[in-house]
């Protein structure tokens, strides 16, 4: 006979796997914006490089290291888009959650950077041939871009981790930062707009770290 603590938990189970499927989803991550931007400070910058330097594994012992759905396509092109795994009531993993196609974590990430110097004042330089000696250079590293579910007994949590470091080239020097953040809230279900509600806080604290980090 199954006992109510055991109803309960298998009744949160279906609950938690309703709103999220087991196959992989996409999901759109509009780029970071704010209308909080300093005035300018007369310095310009060139972001040339984001490289993803992630680290998969097939069967993490924890959900916050990258995998990916092993029966559904893997790829180059696929873990650049790679964002987070589904999980359900049980801590089991499911399906993956990817961008959308034409975004990537690098593109992501770039996007972010770019709106931390905007807000600081800078002028941002789309074209490398546009940058002169007195441009500041940007180059970052991902070491961790990834969204995760725990499951809890009447909520699960979903967080996002953010790790970067960056190399910023200007004529005083190279100033080497690293900036890392984590969100994380308790939600119902896993359904779309929950993950992508924390993966937009992380990406704004994300912003506002690397903000004070700039000179």
């Given at each position: 006979m199954v006992s109510k603590t055991q109803l309960t938990t298998i009744l949160l189970g279906?609950?938690?796997?309703?709103?999220?499927?087991t196959s992989r989803s996409v999901l759109d991550i509009p780029p970071p914006a704010s209308s909080n931007i300093a005035q300018p400070n007369g310095k310009e910058v060139f972001i040339n490089t984001a490289s993803d330097k992630r680290v998969f594994e097939a069967n993490p012992s924890i959900p916050s290291i990258p995998s990916?759905?092993?029966?559904?396509?893997?790829n180059d092109k696929v873990r650049l888009r790679s964002i987070a795994r589904k999980r359900n009531g049980f801590g089991k993993a499911l399906g993956d959650i990817l961008l959308k196609e034409g975004q990537t974590v690098e593109s992501l990430t770039t996007a972010s950077i770019r709106q931390a110097f905007i807000e600081k004042g800078y002028r941002?330089?789309?074209?490398?041939?546009?940058?002169?000696?007195?441009?500041?250079?940007?180059?970052a590293d991902i070491a961790k871009f990834w969204s995760w579910m725990n499951p809890g007994f009447w909520a699960i949590t979903l967080s996002t981790e953010i790790s970067t470091g960056i190399s910023i080239k200007s004529p005083q020097?190279?100033?080497k930062q690293t900036v890392s953040v984590k969100a994380a809230d308790n939600y119902q279900t896993g359904v779309e707009g929950n993950w992508i509600e924390v993966m937009n806080k992380a990406?704004?604290?994300?912003?506002?770290?690397?903000?004070?980090?700039?000179k």
């Amino acid at each position: 006979m199954v006992s109510k603590t055991q109803l309960t938990t298998i009744l949160l189970g279906l609950l938690l796997l309703g709103g999220c499927a087991t196959s992989r989803s996409v999901l759109d991550i509009p780029p970071p914006a704010s209308s909080n931007i300093a005035q300018p400070n007369g310095k310009e910058v060139f972001i040339n490089t984001a490289s993803d330097k992630r680290v998969f594994e097939a069967n993490p012992s924890i959900p916050s290291i990258p995998s990916l759905d092993p029966s559904e396509e893997q790829n180059d092109k696929v873990r650049l888009r790679s964002i987070a795994r589904k999980r359900n009531g049980f801590g089991k993993a499911l399906g993956d959650i990817l961008l959308k196609e034409g975004q990537t974590v690098e593109s992501l990430t770039t996007a972010s950077i770019r709106q931390a110097f905007i807000e600081k004042g800078y002028r941002v330089v789309d074209s490398k041939d546009k940058a002169t000696e007195s441009t500041y250079v940007v180059d970052a590293d991902i070491a961790k871009f990834w969204s995760w579910m725990n499951p809890g007994f009447w909520a699960i949590t979903l967080s996002t981790e953010i790790s970067t470091g960056i190399s910023i080239k200007s004529p005083q020097g190279t100033d080497k930062q690293t900036v890392s953040v984590k969100a994380a809230d308790n939600y119902q279900t896993g359904v779309e707009g929950n993950w992508i509600e924390v993966m937009n806080k992380a990406l704004r604290a994300y912003i506002d770290d690397l903000k004070t980090k700039l000179k």
